[in-house]
């Protein structure tokens, strides 16, 4: 039970870190979950913090145009899936009655683009909280509640440039509003100090008039009615005072178990440049002058075991903040949370939802730790596993031990990836498909079929056409040094347009733009590639990494980002020799490249997937990226990181870009 407390307190610190970074609040999430055992005797008293996640709906009025947010599998409403969390105290007057107060913020989903209808404005709600008195009838580990108080939120409006294209917004205006709430629901002891809750809410908030007139258009009265299912997990803080003995005829929490777990993260990631010779731009070239952008997210990770070798793993995430120039000018991109973000408020989105299944094969088995998307126990060495369900394609593919995640190591798109692996992701960055590895002690073959985007940049997935990538992974030792070489070849189908057909189409009619040229002449085109990827220890705490890959460069990039040969490497040192073992420094460098097509079409004025200055004096853009990462305390870094980009999204004519970083990650 003391290591619980020990752990709930960082989560404490994470919470605060996530207020304080972008006046939103983090988390209270954290820890491994451990399972049940049943008790005739529980007791409820006590502080909890928690999360939750579910869906909602409603309505903000007549005549709002509110904007589609995404149910994912459920019909899109005006705030399609929500998330938050939740913090409170419950009181036990007597072997069934509990008196608590809870206080919650929930964030909406992102935006259902496809299901946006052509107005002239549209309303929005970006969040709601509220502040509770719960009365409860507590049975053993089960408690029905009332609950009821006090409710606010912020609404916005959307003003359209064209009431034919509400995706093109000139002005925006928006304010919070009181309200009240009532709901009920109910709660149930889960194991250790851990409980779960499903939980219905209804919320009114106050209605607000928005004056349109100063854009042609009627006032508009915004008037939400707000419906809420939740289901959330709470970890209470202690049975007892804290670190005092527990009596013998205590009322305990339950036991724990190992069927399932909850880890969490959050990163706060800065970031800034100052001003850049910068002669002249284009549509998505990065601004010559100085500017500075943050992004902030938290993600849930939970597991649960369902049979022998089965397990389903759930990652929500909140998201809020925006990329520089709203990640776009550079080719390699200097912030790896920056395509998870774009947005004022936090938005939540369910990112992985998959389902694993193990087949061992017998032999000798290892050990597996607990750990995000990860449950603890043993598991045969050899085995074939099988996942299905969402996922990022990186979480099983083109793996490197120093170069692999923006949020603990290299935070540039083109250190930490293959760069010219145009893998299929909607705007996140997260995929739909199966993927399929058989293990062996000393190598390992896994292979993957996925959906793409519909169209270049597009944040719908189809299987229409689709994508596909097989690894080889080989590992070995060097003078007792253990390495691994991972060698990739990939191939997806998408609706793209070829350059040299756009090239060829402006040409003869050099009045038409050749970026509607370009939309006018997509359909299902390939795209193939392959890459290689090598991690090598070369002594204790210092390690080395280099990556190289290739694409054929003929059509548009789908997903990633706008490179067709990449070459990268660089090292990794632990700090042990200078006292502190759990700090890290990292240098590396990167050269990214195009094929000669894709570079004719940017230099005519194409605009890409990231970068389009509207001419081009293309030379390779040319990365040197250098990180310290200082240890605060077990869970939580502070990183320092220095970017220096040479001809920014291949033009000699602009930069050379200093970017500077900070860092500040949690994981529980």
């Given at each position: ?17 996530g ?40 309505s ?32 036990q ?30 309303a929005?709600?970006?969040y ?32 359209n ?42 919320i ?19 008037d939400?009615r ?51 010779r ?7 070239s ?19 075991r ?18 520089l ?7 390699g ?21 998959y389902?694993?299944q193990?087949?061992g ?132 189908q ?30 299902t ?8 990827n090598?991690?090598q ?24 980002t ?16 200078w ?9 590396g ?10 570079r ?69």
């Open positions: 039970m003391s290591r619980h407390r020990r752990t709930m307190t960082r989560a404490l610190a994470g919470a605060g870190l207020m304080f970074a972008l006046a939103s609040s983090a988390t209270a999430a954290d820890m491994a979950l451990k399972a049940p055992a049943f008790k005739t005797i529980y007791d409820w008293t006590g502080f909890y913090l928690g999360g939750h996640f579910g869906y909602g709906g409603g903000l009025g007549p005549d709002t145009n509110p904007l589609p947010e995404q149910g994912v599998f459920l019909p899109h409403s005006i705030t399609g899936l929500i998330g938050g969390y939740q913090a409170g105290y419950n009181r007057l007597s072997n069934h009655f509990v008196l608590g107060i809870e206080a919650d913020a929930s964030f909406t989903g992102s935006l259902d683009a496809p299901r946006l209808m052509p107005a002239p404005f549209n929005t709600i970006d709601v909280g509220t502040l509770r008195g719960r009365i409860g009838y507590a049975h053993g580990i089960w408690m029905p509640y009332l609950t009821g108080g006090f409710a606010w939120g912020h609404n916005h409006v959307n003003i440039e064209d009431p034919a294209n509400s995706s093109n917004i000139i002005s925006r205006v928006g304010d919070n509003q009181t309200g009240w709430t009532a709901g009920a629901g109910v709660e149930f002891a889960v194991s250790g100090n851990w409980s779960a809750k499903v939980e219905y809410d209804y009114d908030l106050s209605r607000r008039m928005y004056d349109l007139s100063g854009f042609g258009l009627p006032g508009v009265n915004v939400p707000i419906h809420l299912f939740k289901f959330g997990l709470n970890y209470r803080l202690g049975d007892t005072p804290w670190n005092a003995p527990v009596a013998a005829n205590a009322k305990t929490a339950l036991p724990e178990s190992d069927a399932w777990n909850v880890h969490a993260q959050t990163t706060f990631l800065p970031q800034t440049y100052p001003s850049f910068s002669p002249y731009a284009g549509a998505d990065l601004p010559g002058r100085s500017q500075t952008q943050a992004t902030w997210t938290m993600t849930a990770f939970l597991g649960v369902l049979w022998e070798g089965g397990e389903f793993y759930f990652d929500p995430e909140i998201a809020q903040g925006f990329g120039n709203g990640t776009l000018g550079l080719a991109f200097p912030n790896g949370e920056a395509q998870k973000a774009g947005a004022e408020y936090p938005k939540i989105r369910p990112q992985r939802y389902l694993k193990t087949f094969l017998g032999g000798l088995q290892e050990d597996v730790a607990d750990g995000p998307n990860q449950l603890a126990g043993k598991r045969d060495i050899d085995r074939v596993t099988l996942i299905v369900g969402r996922f990022a394609v990186g979480d099983f593919f083109d793996n490197n031990a120093y170069a692999h995640d923006s949020r603990a190591d290299f935070m540039n798109w083109a250190m930490w990836s293959s760069a010219a692996y145009d893998f299929p992701a909607d705007l996140p960055g997260y995929t739909r498909g199966a993927v399929v590895e058989l293990n062996r002690k000393d190598w390992a073959l896994r292979a993957a079929v996925l959906e793409v985007p519909s169209a270049p940049n597009s944040d719908v997935l189809t299987f229409k056409t689709g994508g596909t990538v097989v690894e080889f992974e080989e590992r070995y030792t060097i003078f007792d040094q253990p390495g691994k070489l991972r060698l990739g070849a990939f191939g997806t998408g609706n793209t347009g070829n350059y040299r057909q756009a090239l060829a189409v402006e040409a003869a009619d050099p009045a038409q733009d050749i970026n509607v040229v370009m939309t006018g002449i997509q359909h085109n390939p795209k193939y590639g392959v890459y290689a090598l991690e220890q070369v002594a204790k705490d210092v390690g080395l990494f280099a990556r190289a890959s290739w694409n054929d460069g003929q059509n548009q990039i789908l997903s990633f706008d490179i067709d040969r990449s070459l990268s490497g660089g090292l990794s040192i632990k700090g042990s020799s006292g502190r073992p759990s700090d890290t420094i990292g240098i460098g990167a050269i990214n490249g195009l094929s000669n097509a894709h004719d079409f940017l230099a005519a004025g194409g605009i890409g997937l990231l970068i389009g200055d509207g001419q081009l004096n293309y030379r390779p853009e040319q990365i040197l990226e250098a990180y310290y990462a200082y240890a605060l305390g077990k869970g939580f870094t502070l990183t320092a990181d220095y970017q220096f980009i040479t001809n920014p999204a291949y033009n000699a004519d602009r930069g050379p870009v200093s970017i500077f970083s900070g860092r500040l990650h949690g994981e529980f």
